[in-house]
């Protein structure tokens, strides 16, 4: 069985060989981590969404994210509601808060959210709990996300403490988490928030749900409300808004930057470290390749040799990396209590080996030019 040439050039020095698995394999861990983040980054900015019961929101010009949103009237509502078609439209009241742990008595800031307990305005399981919503009727009373950092404190219902100068208590609990946008979220009535956020008014809305009827056509329910509301709101589908706070938080965001920077590094790291790693081989091996050049061995075989020499290479760093890639995975998503949905996904990996062998393949490229260039007399 013919062994290639390619093969054997790698497999002649087994240390560097491991060397250069480490190094590639290294730079392929660091794409994994940064698309991950990215990935969660995506998932964590816009897992708020699944949970509300709308088809169509409306959204305040100069909101940039759900998280940074800008209140407009109310009588939106109102109007939206006489769109043919709509079977309900909800108000959502959002904003930040600071919590005080009632163990440590430091102080977090929580995203909490509002809504009118008459309103089916949430997908929850726990919200569609006539015990629960009686329970958030309470003065003071809030549902708090058991995917809320562990700085929080207890979350046992019973639990009470002060929010922002305000007397609270934990009433219930539910799972929905806050990603990059909120350490911790809570859920309580509108009258709460009043309380909470005085002298704010119930008046100025967040976030509008509108609930269609069934059958409805939601294109032409999204393009009569855009004609009949004023400028002062936005008319969004839910993957039309969900795909906005998506590009915001990637592409206008310090955090985006870095998790796209991140991945621009790694893969600068996997060019040298290659390149460096068939320079040598190249180097080490110039006679060789000489010879094979007198005997009439054109530039494309060289070329053949080394591409096979990177293919090689990128296929036996990426299996560990993508092995210490799961691993690193799991262990984030259990660290942060599944706020930070990290997990390979078939497209990245198919993605990141596609990668991984474009970087090895160019780099080997850039190495051989030496002796593409090189007469044959010279090299001895």
């Known amino acids: 069985m013919r062994v290639p040439l390619a093969w054997l050039n790698l497999v002649h020095e087994k240390s560097r060989l491991l060397a250069a698995i480490a190094g590639v394999g290294f730079a392929v861990l660091l794409v994994f981590m940064n698309l991950g983040f990215l990935g969660a980054l995506a998932k964590s900015a816009t897992v708020f969404y699944n949970e509300f019961n709308a088809d169509i929101y409306l959204v305040s010009p100069l909101s940039l994210e759900i998280s940074t949103t800008r209140a407009f009237p109310r009588e939106r509502l109102y109007q939206a509601e006489g769109i043919p078609g709509v079977e309900r439209a909800m108000p959502l009241y959002m904003g930040y808060r ?102 704010i008014p119930l008046s100025l809305v967040n976030l509008g749900l509108i609930k269609l009827e069934p059958g409805a056509d939601l294109k032409q329910v999204q393009t009569a409300l855009q004609e009949v509301l004023p400028k002062d709101v936005l008319v969004y589908s839910k993957a039309e808004l969900v ?83 799961v691993g690193l995975y799991a262990f984030v998503t259990q660290a942060t209590s599944g706020s930070l949905p990290v997990a390979m996904e078939v497209d990245r990996a198919i993605y ?29």
């Not at 621009?264 to 068939?278: A, D, N, P, R």
């Not at 596609?354 to 007469?375: D, N, Q, Y």
């Open 352 to 380: 990141v080996l596609l990668l991984t062998v474009g970087i090895c393949i160019i780099s080997g490229l850039v190495s051989i030019r030496k002796v593409i260039t090189a007469e044959p007399v010279e090299l001895f």
């Open 98 to 199: 600071q919590w005080r742990n009632p163990e440590t008595l430091v102080n977090r800031a929580v995203y909490i959210f509002a809504f009118n307990l008459n309103d089916p305005a949430f997908l929850l399981p726990e919200l569609q709990d006539p015990e629960v919503l009686f329970e958030l009727r309470r003065p003071e009373s809030v549902l708090m996300d058991r995917l809320s950092r562990p700085e929080f404190g207890p979350q046992t219902p019973g639990t009470e403490t002060v929010m922002s100068y305000d007397r609270v208590s934990i009433v219930g609990n539910y799972s929905l988490g806050g990603g990059f946008a909120a350490d911790g979220t809570l859920i309580t009535s509108d009258l709460n928030f009043r309380r909470f956020f005085d002298p």
């Open 243 to 325: 795909n906005r706070d998506r590009t915001y938080w990637i592409t206008s965001t310090s955090t985006g930057f870095i998790f796209g920077m991140g991945v621009v590094v790694s893969c600068i790291v996997g060019v040298v470290v290659v390149y460096q790693i068939l320079y040598t081989d190249i180097s080490n091996h110039m006679k060789q390749y000489a010879t094979l050049k007198a005997m009439g061995y054109r530039s494309g075989y060289l070329c053949n040799v080394i591409i096979q020499e990177a293919i090689i290479l990128a296929v036996l760093s990426y299996i560990p990396g993508l092995i210490i890639s």
